[in-house]
């Protein structure tokens, strides 16, 4: 699996953008998915992760109702919707793929084994 991630720029705080994640390969539609984002200095973080089927989802706490994780298989692409972004939100984006039949998430970057080049998000305060 390949992953392109796009979406990323400079916004205000209190703003929204949308990432978006296209995968090739015929096993994204197999694959749980994950956002991790990385700040300077800092660990890569899980942002927010689906399950293949999109039936689970998974948020970390900082961005739990202003975040949302999406994915259209028919398009091999996933999504994440962010509203009302802080400076704190500032950070590379990822996004990751693992192929598995698991039902639930993945929120460790290790359990994934596909990983996008990343896109940089700013958020001006």
């Known amino acids: 699996v390949q992953l392109q991630a796009s979406g990323g720029g400079l916004v205000q705080a209190g703003g929204s953008l949308r990432l978006s994640c296209a995968a090739s390969g015929r096993t994204f539609s197999s694959s749980a998915m994950g956002w991790f984002r990385q700040a300077p200095g800092k660990e890569r973080d899980i942002v927010a992760a689906?399950?293949?089927?999109?039936?689970?989802?998974y948020y970390a706490d900082s961005v739990k109702g202003r975040f949302t994780i999406s994915r259209d298989n028919a398009k091999n692409t996933v999504y994440l919707q962010m509203n009302s972004l802080k400076a704190e939100d500032t950070a590379v984006y990822y996004c990751?793929?693992?192929?598995?039949?698991?039902?639930?998430?993945?929120?460790?970057?290790?359990?994934?084994?596909?990983w996008g080049q990343g896109t940089l998000v700013t958020v001006s305060s």
């Open positions: 689906i399950s293949w089927s999109g039936d689970s989802t």
């Open positions: 990751a793929a693992r192929s598995s039949s698991y039902r639930g998430t993945y929120v460790y970057a290790r359990a994934y084994n596909y």
